[in-house]
């Protein structure tokens, strides 16, 4: 096989069950990085056996996260990057794409849709289709936003999740889709969400009060990512979030052509809300609880 002149990373912890299959619709490429958060099962054994480089990443629970370190860091020997999360797949039909399509030199990067597979069916509806992601770039003119959540709370890991690509240059659509399957149970679902949303707490108690140097600005005819930004500083303001985003996604966004799947889905996302909004409340009540303190001392 004709080896691609791109470099894929891959940031993963505990990924033993989706690694391989990751790594089987990347091995066209001639460069591939698997960074590890010191893994406790096979992850890292599996990685290097199929051939990909593992670098260790450790965390010091500030700014940069894993993959802006990783862009910062690697010593790469291509001019173009692919990131994927271990639970993604590139199908043959995208590696076709992706090689015709470093060979244009008008575009900076390019956005991937990803196809995302929830219990075992293909959520077509519930806002989730189309899913773009800035994925494909070249290195020297793309990184990740900063969200301005400063040092991170403890237990919502070390990888940007929810952040975008600030790109420098013009970014294209590729046509085929990214498949997104993670093959762990429910409970993995769970609990990573868990984590996002003490994080998220954070992300929108800033974007209420203040917006990040890095941030991308919120802009209705700018594009999808501006609109999208524009459009969650205004959620971020709304009562009964956690109702409204069931509503939306399985009444008027159609999460109920989905299924069983499409339903809990849109069920899981909704208490996803709800979890936000309470723990954006424990912040309120521990800064409260902080001023009040420096208020008796200051006395």
């Known amino acids: 096989m004709n080896k691609l002149p791109i470099s894929v990373i891959i940031p993963v912890k505990e990924e033993e069950e989706n690694i391989e299959t990751c790594l089987n619709s990347v091995r066209w490429a001639n460069e591939i990085f698997v960074v590890d958060s010191q893994s406790k099962d096979r992850t890292a054994e599996i990685a290097e056996r199929m051939g990909a480089r593992v670098i260790q990443f450790y965390y010091n629970g500030e700014w940069p996260k894993k993959k802006n370190w990783s862009l910062e860091n690697l010593p790469f020997q291509n001019e173009w990057i692919l990131i994927l999360d271990a639970d993604e797949r590139i199908s043959p039909e995208l590696r076709d794409e992706v090689a015709e399509t470093i060979k244009n030199t ?58 975008h690509i600030i790109l420098r240059g013009k970014a294209g659509y590729l046509k085929n889709d990214m498949i997104h399957e993670d093959v762990r149970d429910l409970l993995h679902w769970i609990e990573r969400h868990n984590r996002y949303s003490t994080w ?34 205004v959620w971020v303001h709304l009562p009964f979030r956690p109702t409204i985003k069931f509503i939306m996604m399985y009444i008027f966004r159609l999460g109920f052509l989905d299924g069983k799947p499409g339903y809990y889905f849109c069920r899981l996302h909704s208490h996803h809300e709800f979890n936000i909004k309470a723990k954006q409340y424990e912040l309120k009540l521990s800064q409260t609880f902080v001023n009040e303190r420096t208020n008796t001392e200051g006395n």
């Not at 077509?124 to 900063?146: A, I, M, V």
């Not at 929108?204 to 524009?230: C, H, T």
Request: charged content about 35%; some cysteine; glycine content about 8%.
């Open 106 to 163: 008008d575009y900076h990067g390019y956005y991937i849709n990803r196809r995302f597979i929830f219990l075992k069916r293909w959520i077509k509806h519930c806002g989730w289709y189309p899913s773009w992601n800035l994925r494909l770039f070249k290195h020297k003119e793309g990184r990740y936003e900063c969200l301005g959540e400063g040092t991170a709370a403890p237990q919502t890991g070390d990888n940007e999740v929810h952040e």
């Open 200 to 233: 998220e707490a954070r992300v929108y108690k800033n974007m209420r009060s203040k917006r990040s140097e890095q941030d991308i600005k919120g802009a209705f005819w700018v594009g999808p990512i501006e609109r999208k930004r524009l459009l969650k500083k």
